[in-house]
């Protein structure tokens, strides 16, 4: 479904800007925040249909005050710091005793997972108008309205965001190996499987225990009855050329290592994740070709599956061995 294609990817390019700013918050390195904010102002605005620009174009010692919405009369501090101290401190600033009087609402935009200020208790020096609960913005909070827009305002989301946060593709490198195995799965008979496996099914069992991944559990039962049938594939795959089927481990391998980076989703959402990344990736690839949405998503999970059993993704117990001695 594009819709689940939209929020898919505008969530990940989200995720990864996060994370990003934190890791070099670390490092003292701020000029992404700099540069996120403007995204932000965009994102919002097209969003919620609000008129934010930036505060220094009116006043360029606006402190406490990142973005202004003039008509809506609201203004916004944008932070990377998700305290309580920061907002007290923001709370405190004499500036906003003028916005007070003009009316204004203030809002806070974090770009981590900011839930845990939404409860707590501030001292509000000037009375302005700031309600936790409604007036924190945060990275799981626009992902939700993301969710929950129409399918057009999440088009439009995903063209900014694609823009913004997207990568160039380098045209030698725009067609996809991973996109040429789907091709061939997609061509073959899903309805018949090969009983015999030869897959050693208590340790597939042990793996899934051992990664927490019960919730997932069906899904691998029911793919993994493909093994036989992509060990062909990948084959045939490798007569066509070294290393391709090493370049389709090692990009599941990666996507599967950058999903580690997020430790608020748990492996069964990660699971599920590598699977909806992998269908955003071949979609954007310059080899992909007409393929309907379900049709996709099953090859997509097989692969994942397989992968899994292979011991490309997600961690493997002591002993592990997926396939009879």
Same mark, same amino acid.
């Given at each position: 479904?594009?819709?689940?294609?939209?929020?898919?990817?505008?969530? *990940?390019?989200?995720?990864?800007?996060?994370?990003?700013?934190?890791?070099?918050?670390?490092?003292?390195?701020?000029?992404?925040?700099?540069?996120?904010?403007? +995204?932000?102002r965009d994102?919002?605005?097209?969003?919620?249909?609000?008129?934010?620009?930036?505060?220094?174009?009116?006043?360029?010692?606006?402190?406490?005050?990142?973005?202004?919405?003039?008509?809506?009369?609201?203004?916004?501090?944008?932070?990377?710091?998700?305290?309580?101290?920061?907002i007290?401190?923001?709370?405190?600033?004499?500036?906003?005793? *003028?916005?007070?009087?003009?009316?204004?609402?203030?809002?806070?935009? +974090?770009?981590?997972?900011?839930?845990?200020?939404?409860?707590?208790?501030?001292?509000?020096?000037?009375?302005?108008?700031?309600?936790?609960?409604?007036?924190?913005?945060?990275?799981?909070?626009?992902?939700?309205?993301?969710? *929950?827009?129409?399918?057009?305002?999440?088009?439009?989301?995903y063209?900014?965001?694609?823009?913004?946060?997207?990568?160039?593709?380098?045209?030698?490198?725009?067609?996809?190996?991973?996109?040429?195995?789907?091709?061939?799965?997609?061509?073959?008979?899903?309805?018949?499987?090969? *009983?015999?496996?030869?897959?050693?099914?208590? $340790?597939?069992?042990?793996?899934?225990?051992? $990664?927490d991944?019960?919730?997932?559990?069906?899904?691998?039962?029911k793919?993994?009855?493909?093994?036989?049938?992509?060990?062909?594939?990948?084959?045939? +795959?490798?007569?066509?050329?070294?290393?391709?089927?090493?370049?389709?481990?090692?990009?599941?391998?990666?996507?599967?290592?950058?999903?580690?980076?997020?430790?608020?989703?748990?492996?069964?959402?990660?699971?599920?994740?590598?699977?909806?990344?992998?269908?955003?990736?071949?979609?954007?690839?310059?080899?992909?070709?007409?393929?309907?949405?379900?049709?996709?998503?099953?090859?997509?999970?097989?692969?994942?599956?397989?992968?899994?059993?292979?011991?490309?993704?997600?961690?493997?117990?002591?002993?592990?061995?997926?396939?009879?001695?």
């Open positions: 479904m594009n819709r689940d294609f939209y929020h898919s990817y505008v969530t *990940e390019k989200i995720e990864l800007l996060s994370y990003r700013i934190k890791s070099n918050g670390k490092l003292n390195i701020l000029n992404l925040n700099i540069h996120a904010e403007f +995204f932000y994102l919002i605005n097209l969003l919620f249909d609000k008129q934010f620009e930036n505060a220094n174009i009116f006043d360029q010692n606006s402190e406490a005050i990142d973005l202004i919405d003039q008509v809506n009369k609201t203004i916004i501090q944008v932070s990377s710091t998700d305290t309580t101290a920061k007290n401190k923001t709370l405190s600033k004499d500036i906003l005793q *003028e916005y007070k009087k003009q009316g204004y609402q203030l809002k806070f935009l +974090f770009f981590s997972d900011a839930d845990h200020l939404r409860k707590k208790k501030y001292t509000n020096t000037h009375k302005i108008s700031f309600d936790p609960n409604k007036d924190i913005i945060d990275k799981i909070s626009l992902m939700k309205s993301v969710l *929950e827009a129409s399918i057009d305002k999440q088009k439009e989301v063209e900014l965001v694609s823009a913004e946060l997207g990568e160039k593709p380098d045209p030698s490198k725009i067609s996809s190996n991973l996109t040429e195995l789907i091709k061939l799965l997609s061509k073959e008979d899903l309805k018949t499987t090969q *009983e015999q496996t030869k897959l050693n099914e208590y $340790n597939i069992d042990m793996k899934i225990e051992f $990664n991944l019960l919730k997932v559990k069906n899904i691998i039962k793919y993994k009855v493909y093994y036989s049938k992509l060990n062909s594939l990948y084959a045939e +795959f490798d007569r066509q050329g070294n290393n391709k089927s090493l370049s389709v481990f090692e990009k599941l391998s990666r996507f599967y290592t950058e999903e580690l980076l997020f430790d608020e989703y748990n492996n069964n959402q990660k699971f599920l994740r590598i699977i909806n990344r992998t269908v955003s990736y071949i979609r954007e690839t310059d080899n992909f070709f007409d393929l309907a949405d379900e049709e996709l998503e099953l090859c997509v999970s097989i692969i994942i599956v397989d992968a899994f059993i292979k011991c490309k993704v997600f961690e493997d117990p002591e002993g592990y061995i997926h396939v009879t001695a």
